[in-house]
């Protein structure tokens, strides 16, 4: 069983440009999650997803960020125009869903994005 | 109310020795707490975990001591090794109903074990 696949690894873009990071799942894992890691700082939840809908995005800044996790294909993480301050390393997790239960999330090896 | 605070920032261990690392909360819904490890250039790992309703569990050489009145929690490593050299994350988290719910992290631990 797989884990928690992200591509690519290493993103560089330039200023104004749009990022597009991806993720998919473990096996059986109807849940995604996104974190953003600035440097030396902790994980910042950004936004949960369940298959063609959004749970929770309230730590998505409003603007230049969307995320989709669609019916067939992995999630997305997209930022337009990005900025300096976008430079981080962005993690997906992904956990099965459940009742009533802590089900763990699992990480997937991160997008490093540097913005030049 | 929605932070995990996390001491300290980093922290030196000899070989053998126990490394403690340190986190409080606010938020009284928290009702799950997982310590992650994190090695360079990789993904957080689930170390272990612990729910309010017990003080302490143990898993080999690690344990989480959980004080629900003070609102603390604490990562015990025991028997530190220089293979535990790595960044360890403190979180919470709510369980809902249905589903799961966001992890709260504090802002880690780097934690070197010298020979």
């Known amino acids: 069983n797989a884990g928690v696949m992200q591509n690519p690894r290493h993103l560089v873009r330039r200023r104004g440009q749009e990022a597009r990071l991806r993720c998919s799942p473990m096996?059986?894992?109807?849940?995604v999650y996104w974190y953003r890691q600035l440097p030396e700082e902790g994980l910042k939840f950004m936004v949960y997803?369940?298959?063609?809908?959004?749970?929770?995005e309230s730590g998505m800044p409003k603007e230049r960020f969307s995320a989709e996790f669609p019916k067939e294909g992995p999630s997305i993480l997209r930022i337009q125009q990005v900025v300096r301050g976008d430079s981080a390393a962005y993690f997906c997790?992904?956990?099965?869903?459940?009742?009533?239960?802590?089900?763990?999330?699992?990480f997937g090896p991160g997008t490093r994005l540097t913005v030049l | 109310q929605q932070q995990v605070k996390q001491s300290p920032q980093s922290l030196i261990v000899q070989k053998g020795g126990i490394s403690i690392i340190n986190c409080a909360y606010e938020n009284t819904a928290f009702d799950y707490f997982p310590w992650y490890q994190q090695f360079p250039g990789k993904g957080p790992a689930l170390l272990i975990a612990?729910?309010?309703?017990?003080s302490e569990k143990k898993e080999g050489r690690f344990t989480i001591s959980f004080n629900k009145s003070a609102k603390q929690f604490s990562l015990h490593i025991m028997d530190s090794q220089p293979g535990d050299s790595a960044t360890y994350f403190c979180a919470a988290s709510i369980v809902p109903f249905f589903g799961n719910e966001k992890l709260t992290f504090g802002t880690g631990t780097r934690l070197t074990i010298i020979p």
């Open positions: 997790a992904s956990s099965p869903p459940s009742l009533r239960l802590y089900n763990e999330q699992f």
């Open positions: 997803l369940q298959k063609e809908n959004i749970i929770d």
């Open positions: 612990i729910r309010p309703d017990v």
């Open positions: 096996k059986g894992h109807s849940h």
